[in-house]
Each structure stands twice: as C-alpha cells, then as structure tokens.
C-alpha cells in the first residue's frame, strides 16, 4: 500500500504543483508506474478546476468564472500539457525531418505556430464551456480532463518514446504501459461520465479516440512514435474534442 501510494504521489509531484511530502521523488521505477493515475490526476486538476468556477459563478458572470476556472487548472499543472502542445505545434509547424521536428519540440523558446495553436486551443476551450449548459460545466470540466489524459494514455502504450532520455526536457513519465495499466486509466478516465446520468454522452469518447488516432498517425509517420509532448498535444486536443462533442450531444440528450 505504501509503495502504491508513493507512485500515486509520485504522479501528482510530476505533473501538478500540488505539495507532495518530502520522501517522494522522481524515482525512475515508480515514475514508469505512474501512468495508471495519469486520469486520476485529471480528475483531481479537474476537481480543482471546478470547484473554481463553482464558487467564483455567485459572484462573477459565468464568463468570468470560467477564466478563473481555467488559470486554476493551468496554474496546478504548471501549463504542462499546453507546453507540450504548443511545441507540437512549432515542431510540425516549422519542421520537415524527424531530427529537425525533435529539434524544435526540444527548444525551450515559443514560436508562430506554438502561439498561435495555444491561443486558439485556449479560446475553444473557453467558448466550447460557455456553450455547455450551466449546471452542467462543472462535471463537464472534471470529464473533459479526466478522458483526455486516459486517451493522452493510450497514445503511449500504442506508440513507442523516440526521444533519448539524455535528450529530453524531461524524463519521460512511461515508456511502456502494460494492459493493466491502462485499465486502471480507463476506470478512472471514464468513471466522471457517469455522472452525467445520460448514457448518449458516452459517444464523445469515440470522436476523442479519432483525435488520438489522427495524431498518432503523423506522429508514427514523421517521428516513428511519440515524446512526451505528444502526449500533452493529444491530452489538450481530446479535452476540447470532448466539450465539443458534450455541445454537439447535447441536442440529443
């Protein structure tokens, strides 16, 4: 139980900003294992994202809300899988060779296309919620998060990590996902579904797992697998699929 408990921790220390005591580390053994939390971290950076846009929607408009709803899960994270997308961005943007992509994912600096995809990313987000019926936002926010890190999930246990370690920007969190793994990903990715209380909006998983597929073909086509921006790149475009697609739902449910 101990042992679990501090590759739980040592999810949340890798991919938020959340406290962690200080006995948890980045120990490359619990960091491999760490991947069957990944929705589970979605749920918690979710949750927080949530309980802000429920608290501040009595005293700001709904918009309003939902910005500050927004910087809370971005400001928890640390903007790590916005980073990750936005590097994808420029990689695939300004690169035409696998080294010359890995190249410009690897350097620290934003380009056109990284700006540009963010702010776009960012302002459907933020219309795609607004469309969302309001009683509704918050589990829609705590799904959106949790599904799209379980599908972010599946693209590492389909695609192989291309990157070196050495080479990386960071060590990456899971090279190899074992069956197990990811079911455990996919209680916790699909389990806020449920609380929709309409069985229709189970459909959104499907054009969420195209998203993933799409990417996954370019990223086996010009890399031969995936990094862990890629990862973040899926997790943000099947968060936005998933609001898109709770709107486009919505006339049917």
Same mark, same amino acid.
């Given at each position: 139980?101990?042992?679990?408990?501090?590759?739980?921790?040592?999810?949340?220390?890798?991919?938020?900003?959340?406290?962690?005591?200080?006995?948890?580390?980045?120990?490359?053994?619990?960091?491999?294992? $760490?991947?069957?939390?990944? $929705?589970?971290?979605?749920?918690?950076?979710?949750?927080?994202?949530?309980?802000?846009?429920?608290?501040?929607?009595?005293?700001?408009?709904?918009?309003?809300?939902?910005?500050?709803?927004?910087?809370?899960?971005?400001?928890?994270?640390?903007?790590?899988?916005?980073?990750?997308?936005?590097?994808?961005?420029?990689?695939?943007?300004?690169?035409?060779?696998?080294?010359?992509?890995?190249?410009?994912?690897?350097?620290?600096?934003?380009?056109?296309?990284?700006?540009?995809?963010?702010?776009?990313?960012?302002?459907?987000?933020?219309?795609?919620?607004?469309?969302?019926?309001?009683?509704?936002?918050?589990?829609?926010?705590?799904?959106?998060?949790?599904?799209?890190?379980?599908?972010?999930?599946?693209?590492?246990?389909?695609?192989?990590?291309?990157?070196?370690?050495?080479? $990386?920007?960071?060590?990456?969190?899971?090279?190899?996902?074992?069956?197990?793994?990811?079911?455990?990903?996919?209680?916790?990715?699909?389990?806020?579904?449920?609380?929709?209380?309409?069985?229709?909006?189970?459909?959104?998983?499907?054009?969420?797992?195209?998203?993933?597929?799409?990417?996954?073909?370019?990223?086996?086509?010009?890399?031969?697998?995936?990094?862990?921006?890629?990862?973040?790149?899926?997790?943000?475009?099947?968060?936005?699929?998933?609001?898109?697609?709770?709107?486009?739902?919505?006339?049917?449910?």
């Amino acid at each position: 139980m101990k042992k679990e408990l501090q590759i739980f921790l040592t999810a949340i220390m890798f991919f938020t900003r959340i406290p962690c005591p200080k006995w948890v580390d980045h120990n490359p053994e619990y960091l491999s294992k $760490s991947a069957k939390y990944f $929705s589970l971290i979605g749920i918690i950076v979710g949750s927080i994202g949530a309980l802000v846009f429920y608290g501040f929607s009595f005293i700001f408009s709904t918009e309003i809300a939902l910005l500050l709803s927004m910087i809370a899960t971005i400001y928890t994270t640390g903007a790590f899988h916005e980073d990750g997308f936005a590097d994808v961005c420029d990689g695939f943007g300004g690169g035409w060779t696998k080294e010359k992509i890995l190249l410009i994912m690897k350097d620290s600096r934003l380009g056109t296309y990284g700006v540009s995809g963010l702010i776009l990313i960012l302002a459907i987000k933020f219309s795609a919620l607004r469309e969302v019926p309001l009683y509704f936002i918050p589990i829609t926010i705590i799904a959106g998060h949790s599904l799209s890190r379980f599908i972010a999930t599946t693209l590492i246990y389909t695609h192989p990590y291309v990157r070196d370690t050495d080479d $990386s920007k960071a060590k990456p969190a899971a090279k190899n996902i074992t069956i197990n793994m990811l079911l455990v990903s996919a209680v916790f990715g699909i389990a806020p579904l449920l609380f929709f209380n309409k069985p229709l909006i189970f459909i959104a998983i499907i054009p969420c797992y195209l998203a993933k597929a799409y990417l996954g073909i370019k990223f086996k086509k010009w890399l031969g697998g995936q990094t862990g921006d890629c990862a973040g790149a899926v997790q943000q475009l099947c968060e936005v699929v998933f609001y898109l697609s709770v709107i486009a739902l919505w006339k049917f449910i």
